[in-house]
């Protein structure tokens, strides 16, 4: 039997009332997951602050990231390596927004 194929992009549900995370792969320390957004920023005066280093690319949409030094704008296609313990937070993303993410050990 072949491998099961997906594609990150179709099938995306539309709408959702909450952002919605679709593990793709867990083992040996590493978790890579597809987020779909629907637009749906962090929580005012949230913070994420992760003991693991998390690679994060934005596959579709837009997003805007804020750091305790500054922000970063994101387009689709872009990537950044958030190290472990640096504070973050999703300060807006458009309606189509899908990222993927991946959780390693530190």
């Not at 009332?17 to 597809?34: N, S």
């Not at 922000?71 to 993927?100: F, K, N, T």
């Amino acid at each position: 039997m072949p491998p099961e194929t997906i594609n990150l992009l179709q099938a995306v549900p539309e709408r959702a009332a909450a952002e919605q995370f679709v593990p793709l792969l867990q083992r040996d320390g590493l978790l890579l997951e597809q987020i779909v957004s629907h637009g749906k920023a962090s929580p005012e005066g949230f913070w994420y602050d992760q003991p693991q280093p998390e690679w994060v690319a934005l596959l579709r949409g837009s997003a805007r990231l804020e750091f305790a030094d500054g922000e970063q704008s994101l387009v689709a296609g872009d990537a950044l390596l958030i190290p472990a313990h640096c504070r973050h937070r999703v300060a807006e993303c458009s309606l189509d927004a899908v990222w993927l993410a991946l959780h390693f050990g530190a």
